[in-house]
């Protein structure tokens, strides 16, 4: 099975500003990585998927880059509806495995 | 729009099965290959099985392979997990999934029902 290693698991920012989050396969995926988003008393929502490619509805600000193993979700200008759980997923080959999550919580 | 409504979940002995369902509507259920994804209290998700269309191919990891059976109705537009020989370690939100077409990513979710394994 692909090993999914997310991080980091907390992330603390003010709105306005930029983070990255980490996502590193265990062998190549190609270009196969999803980026979720997850916030409580909503259906998680699908942001990215083969790395780069935003799913209809996802906001600019979001990007998503790398191929192989070693993937990077970056969000800029921090809105507030953006603090909650991020997962990473590789959708390379069954079985398809999730990131540990990483929190983005408000400073 | 797209709605994915799981039902059937709750408390159950070890050892015990249970049944879920998902409920689809605002799509063409048939058209998609659906799937259950789960999530353990304060852990992260696991992808735990996936169907075709048409219902001929399913996909499970080892953790459930065996024990799990995901099936579908196109003509009510319902999925279904039978859950047979629980275990603790089975206790989890499970979430109804649908993938889009040729991916396999999940791009609807549900809300997510609560199956508790105990005694």
């Known amino acids: 099975d692909v090993q999914m290693t997310q991080s980091p698991s907390n992330l603390a920012a003010s709105p306005g500003e930029s983070v990255s989050i980490n996502c590193k396969a265990s062998k190549s995926i190609s270009k196969y990585l999803a980026w979720y988003q997850q916030k409580p008393g909503k259906a998680n929502k699908l942001l990215i998927y083969?790395?780069?490619t935003l799913q209809s509805g996802t906001p600019s600000r979001f990007s998503g880059s790398g191929s192989g193993t070693d993937f990077t979700l970056t969000i800029r200008n921090l809105e507030p509806e953006d603090f909650g759980l991020y997962y990473c997923q590789q959708h390379n080959e069954y079985p398809f495995t999730f990131g540990s999550g990483t929190k983005l919580e408000i400073k | 729009e797209v709605q994915l409504v799981e039902s059937g979940g709750g408390l159950v002995q070890p050892g015990r099965s249970l049944k879920l369902s998902c409920a689809a509507s605002?799509?063409?259920?048939?058209?998609?290959?659906m799937a259950w994804v789960r999530q353990a209290p304060k852990k992260g998700l696991e992808w735990v099985a996936t169907i075709s269309t048409s219902g001929s191919r399913t996909y499970y990891p080892d953790s459930v392979k065996g024990r799990f059976t995901i099936s579908r109705d196109n003509a009510k537009s319902s999925l279904y997990l039978q859950m047979n020989s629980l275990k603790s370690e089975d206790t989890a939100t499970y979430y109804c999934?649908?993938?889009?077409?040729?991916?396999?990513?999940?791009?609807?979710w549900g809300q997510g029902v609560m199956v508790t394994v105990s005694s």
């Open positions: 605002g799509f063409t259920f048939s058209n998609y290959y």
């Open positions: 083969s790395g780069s």
């Open positions: 999934a649908r993938h889009p077409h040729s991916s396999y990513v999940f791009d609807y």
